[in-house]
């Protein structure tokens, strides 16, 4: 394996990082506590490239895999919240897109999401159902030249703010997975309306919520990839997210780490910092081994994916272990911090919270060890 950058590409990666610990990490409690999309980041992000380094040509700039999840890492480093938000609208909304749409798809909603003159969702699980992904309730007809769209979706990042939605829809019930087609959806349509945001245990400068659309006509060329295949691109897409969550779990985990490691150092007890004690020490030491552990999994999906390898079962191991080492890292910083650690005083505790989603969002880690194991059990 060679995860290896050229020396100019480590240089970006460390600007970027800077550009995350200056300009974004400052922002993420007040937005935390205030549950407020802080929508000048957004400014930033798009004046430093972050929206084009998802793609290559027209639509990005070519960065190899591990380039790009370094730039994750530094990213959910700073501001989880802020990688979540960023990272549904450009990566889960924008690279069925990329991926599957046609020219003037690209053109029409690509282009603006890579601008950022649109904010986009990925609209898949519904109130009945996340994981069970093909019972999906929602519906497209037939009507003409077009489709006629009635449902729901609900816990979608950035539903309260999109302009622009990737829905997908059942088109022919009788045909199981086969039958499920991915629109667009623009959200000014008439029939579209959403939830309020959900007040969330953490990550609460990202908004969540719902949409209802209550038939949406939509047109033949709204159908992104061939009808019958949505689920299977769903599917696609949601292993391209897996990457970006492992770099969620070991972004926020650095994080904890710093601030445990800081506290640490400078905290007393028993006439001496807590660094100085064993068991603060293997905390410490633990935390790393695992961030690390976390970090060369990640790489080696992106190293696999860079050579166009199939990398389905090493993204699910990768993805499970990171965002629950992440739960266990920030576990431990609180600890760390004792008493403070459950102030708002201290990140540790935001850190935690935050990580909490990681063994949730973009499949469950119930279902990355079912996938896991029926990849191993295959005969
Ligand atoms: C903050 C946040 C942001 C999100 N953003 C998006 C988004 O942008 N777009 C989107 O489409 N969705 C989004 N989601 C939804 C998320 O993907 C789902 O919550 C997740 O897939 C789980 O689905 P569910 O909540 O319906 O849980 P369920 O599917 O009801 O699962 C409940 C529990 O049962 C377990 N379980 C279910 N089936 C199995 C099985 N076969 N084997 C073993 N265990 C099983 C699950 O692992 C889980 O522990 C978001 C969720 C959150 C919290």
Redo the contacts with the bound molecule.
Sequence with gaps: MDFSITKDDEAAATAFDRFCQDKIAPRAAKADATSTFPKETWGDLKEIGFFESFYEGDYGLGLSWVQRCMMEESLAKACASTF?TAC?HIG?CGAPLFYFGTPEQKQRWLRPLVDVSTIG??????P??????AAIKTRAKKSGKGWVLSGE???????PIADFAVVFAVTDPEAGYGGVTMFGVDLKKPGVTRSAP?P?MG?RS?P?GGLIFEEVALNDDDVIGEVGQGFIHAMQTLELGRIGMCHFGIGIAEAAYDCARKYATERTAFGKPLARLQAVHFKIADMKIEIDAARMMARRVAWMKSKGEMVGPMASIAKTYATEMAVRVADAAVQIHGGWGYTTDFAAERYLRDAR?GP????????Q??LIARDLLAE
Aim: glycine content about 14%.
């Design positions: 979540l549904a889960l969702c990925f609209g898949l699980t519904e009945g159902c996340g994981t069970d992904a979706k609900a816990l979608i990042t950035n539903a959900y969330k990550l990202s969540t989603l949730i969002g973009e499949g469950t880690s119930e279902i060890r079912e």
